[in-house]
């Protein structure tokens, strides 16, 4: 047996010796539902009346990494328990407690198919009530995300396990954390706070320091089970008016690591296109790919990849390496569906984003899958004159802070080849960044380290946030402009990293994509023109 069979074969078995096997569904019994509608699209999903506010962002800032989907579109539980509880250690105890709670009311998170046709129902009203149906439903599911989490946190003795969180994050942080036990309006209280954000930090525990809290777990649930149109409307009435003039939107695909979605990748990718359409081009989407899918059906992910990047006005593509493959490196057959997909994204310059820092993983193993060793290997394996094109979200921040390896400076070394002249990465939950007050800190000195090995790094490197994962953070809101002041301590130039950087990556200078994104949304978003 060949090295890529095997790999793929593991890779295969992770359901069954993870113990969800006896829950999932095979991803190939499930049936695309969506009705593709295909009439006028007004932009319903404009958050209107909202003003600039006095802020530090570049003028037109864009964050290239930012998330919308559901609880209908993962598995949401055995993410939540394995990739976020391996992640962070000081709440594992709450979080492997929440992975039932999630389960249980997983299915009051929309399908895809039941968004799509809500939307559509709010396009084509003629009694003009469509914003008020929206805002109706975002009312109802809002009540009814706050009434089941409530219920099932206390029924589950789940609120215990909250209150012993608070005791062990009280231990860690002393005087820094501000503690509170759960009650009968704690979950009301963490969404409705979530929803208000000209109310910044009113519920924040952390003091001069960043991290993760049980609220910040509950806000991250409670997220998963919105519509993904109701998770959009939230990032934009908190950061567009400092400043975030578009948000670039990925799906992610863990099929065949997790239980396979109830909403198939299909069906997912005509509703973010019809969300996109819908905001005016506020988000433009990434679709995700997976190369089990590939392997498993018959090239199906590639095959949608082109038909979103062809005929959707998706700008790019996601992959998730610490589902346990390396972008290059994995076996032979996986490496063939690997590079095909990646010649043919750098083909069209359309960018492709990875996780590309050491956390979120499966398991800790799988937390090195998109180490700079599998990045070089792609770059040496593409065609001579044809350099990848990518994205390597969180550019090594974050989980590997303060790693002497320095994933970071890594990165910069690849890119200052010529093979790696269209590599690109952003800042994404780089929370070490938010406490910066001067050129000294860590995660500056990894910066300054980079810039040292390659110069000109500061050319590839972009503002992202990965909204909604970083909302288990405290003060969660304040993100772009914390990063933003951080910056101002770096050689960084914050235009071109909130901004110019963006537009390069993703080819948005180019006339040939810029039609076909005209094509798609009938006209150029605002923050283009």
């Known amino acids: 047996m060949d090295n890529g069979r095997r790999n793929a074969i593991g890779l295969l078995g992770g359901l069954a010796l993870s113990g969800l096997g006896g829950c999932c569904i095979p991803p190939q019994l499930r049936r695309d539902n969506i009705e593709t509608y ?15 506010g006095m802020e530090v962002l570049p003028a037109r800032a864009i964050d290239v990494h930012a998330h919308f989907f559901n609880a209908s579109d993962i598995d949401a539980a055995g993410y939540l328990a394995h990739s976020v509880g391996h992640s962070t250690l000081e709440l594992q105890g709450f979080i492997i407690a929440m992975e039932p709670v999630v389960r249980a009311v997983t299915e009051i998170a929309s399908s895809a198919k039941e968004e799509y046709e809500l939307l559509i129902d709010a396009n084509t009203r003629t009694d003009g009530r469509s914003m008020k149906s929206l805002e109706n439903r975002m009312t109802q599911q809002r009540q009814r995300i706050e009434k089941r989490l409530q219920e099932e946190i206390v029924s589950r003795g789940v609120d215990i396990e909250y209150d012993k969180a608070q005791v062990s994050l009280e231990r860690k942080w002393g005087a820094r954390f501000i503690p509170r036990r759960f009650n009968s309006t704690t979950v009301h209280k963490i969404v409705d706070e979530m929803h208000s954000p000209g109310v910044r930090g009113g519920r924040d525990q952390l003091r001069g320091v960043s991290g993760s809290t049980p609220d910040g777990i ?29 948000a670039f939107g990925a799906m992610v695909n863990f099929d065949y690591r997790y239980c396979a979605s109830r909403s198939t990748p299909h069906d997912q990718m005509l509703l973010m296109a019809l969300i996109s359409k819908m905001s005016g081009g506020y988000m433009l989407p990434l679709i995700a790919y997976n190369p089990m899918t590939d392997l498993k059906e018959s090239g199906a992910s590639l095959a949608l990849v082109q038909e979103a990047v062809n005929h959707h006005g998706f700008i790019g593509v996601k992959i998730y390496p610490p589902m346990g493959f390396q972008p290059y490196g994995s076996g032979a057959e996986l490496d063939r569906l690997l590079l095909k997909m990646f010649k043919w994204c750098a083909e069209q310059k359309v960018p492709v984003m990875a996780h590309a820092n050491r956390s979120m993983g499966y398991d800790n193993e799988a937390d090195n899958a998109s180490s700079p060793a599998g990045w070089q290997a792609l770059a040496d394996a593409m065609a001579p004159g044809l350099p990848m094109r990518v994205n390597l979200g969180h550019l090594g921040g974050d989980g590997s802070e303060g790693d002497p390896t320095s994933w970071t400076r890594d ?9 790696g002249t269209n590599t690109y990465g952003d800042l994404g939950y780089w929370t070490g960044l938010r406490a910066c007050i001067d050129a000294t800190c860590e995660p500056l000195e990894r910066i300054k380290d980079a810039l040292n090995v390659f110069p000109d790094f500061g050319r590839h490197v972009m503002y992202g946030s990965d909204w909604f994962m970083m909302i288990k953070e405290d003060g969660w809101q304040d993100y772009p402009t914390e990063l933003a002041r951080a910056l101002a301590f770096s050689n960084l130039d914050r235009q071109a990293v909130f901004r110019t950087n963006a537009i390069e990556c993703f080819g948005l200078n180019d006339k040939t994509r810029l039609n076909n994104l005209i094509e798609h949304l009938g006209k150029l978003p605002s923050w283009l023109t």
């Open 218 to 246: 509950i806000r991250f649930v409670a997220c998963m089970l919105q519509d993904r149109w109701m998770n959009l409307d939230l990032y934009r009435r908190t950061w567009e008016p400092m400043g975030i003039a578009a």
């Open 38 to 52: 295909n009439g006028p699209v007004p932009p319903l999903l404009v958050t209107s009346g909202l003003t600039r």
């Open 411 to 419: 990165f910069a070394q690849l890119m200052s080849q010529p093979k």
